[in-house]
């Protein structure tokens, strides 16, 4: 018989859950620095140039020596290029009989190409970059846990590293479950239904830098979804088990996840996606998630990725959220609640509409809102209240409310 759990966390309870028991994976593996771009450095990065490894004109200029402006600008009438001055360009090295530069448009040439300056420099060096200005040897160039970017892999590149240690991409096994599921691509029979939430699932799971092994559909039956379960366990740094875990006669995921390892939350307490669980295995994390697509979808973004972020050495990503105008009121149910909002602009202010989710098919329920509201148990909101929306997408998307 299905007993009510005593603990059932909010999303912020959830989080804190997550960051207390998922750890980084200690794997890592070496590749090209060229192709680490999204991947996360395993260890401190250090420069092993000097760049420039000569002195360098910092824009296009004439080179000079600075003692011979020490008194103002000096008679050129009688100077020639290579003796007096050389022509410097932006980054490239300078002779190193010269040591100034002057910007080339302090400069002007006569017919006769003799030079003319306009402007003295202040101090020696001005304008010239020094060895080791732009990076120095043994310089601090990644942190450990840090993402790649295409700055850093440019950065790491120019310092004469081509090879770089970075942590291994989590391998998340993906367990889809159910009698009533077909393959997406097939036939659907009469009363039987699409399995696509391994397909979203992966694509979650590689977005956020992890490894996915999908499993074929498991039937409801507990040993077959036992087996499942442990094998996963002996292979995955993450085990994700889909439906199942439910009040229904062939929801198997909870007893299954009870004997073998340490339930910590069977259920949330919120929804959608309120049948989540997260459960110990042989040191091994399992999130069971909620069959329905879009409370799969709604747990795959708040749990799995940040599950994955933490793995990674990244700290949990939070909502973006925005201040917005309530438009209508609304009333909290008896459990904390992730409610669908239509957020528009007008006159510099942001308004949210809330989304009646009843009755929209999936697809109409997708394009009918760009932000969210996490509705507090019983909680109170009324029309005109400034609310924390959190925006699935760029302001610069929300469009503006004639």
Known sequence: ??????????????????????????????????????????????SINNLPNKVVSAFD?????????????????SWKEGKE?????????????????????????NNEGKITFFSCPSRKGENIGSVGSQMKEGELLVHKGEK??????????????????????????????????????YEIPLGENVESNSIMLKNYIEDNGGQAIIYPIIKDKFDKLKEAVLSAIQIADLVLICAGSSKGSKDFTIPILESIGKVIVYELGHGPGKHCSFTYSEGIPVMGLPGPPNGAALVSELYVKNALRLMQMQPIQLPNVIEAVLTEDI???????????????????????????????????YHSHNARFYIKKKAEYKTGEIIAAEIRCAKEYIKEDY
Do not use: W
Request: glycine share 8%; hydrophobic share 40%.
């Open 1 to 46: 018989m299905y007993k009510k759990p005593d603990f059932e966390p909010t999303r912020n309870e959830m989080y804190e859950i997550l960051e207390n028991n998922i750890k980084p994976i200690s794997k890592n593996e070496v590749i090209s620095a060229a192709e680490a771009c999204g991947r996360i450095c395993a260890e401190d990065i250090y």
């Open 61 to 77: 200029g004439i080179a000079v020596r600075f003692e011979d402006f020490e008194k103002g600008i000096p008679d050129t009438s």
């Open 85 to 109: 001055y050389c022509f410097g360009n932006t980054g490239v090295a300078v002779n190193e009989e010269f040591d100034t530069l002057i910007a080339i448009e302090d400069v002007e040439f």
């Open 148 to 185: 790649l970017t295409p700055l850093l892999i440019g950065l790491l590149l120019s310092s004469g590293i081509v090879n770089i240690k970075v942590l291994s991409k989590p391998k998340v096994a993906f367990i889809p479950t159910g009698d009533e599921l077909v393959p997406a691509g």
């Open 331 to 365: 009333h909290g149910y008896d459990f904390d609640f992730i409610g669908y909002m239509n957020v528009t602009l007008k006159e510099g202010k942001y308004y949210a509409k809330p989304v009646i989710m009843q009755g929209k098919t999936r697809a109409e329920l």
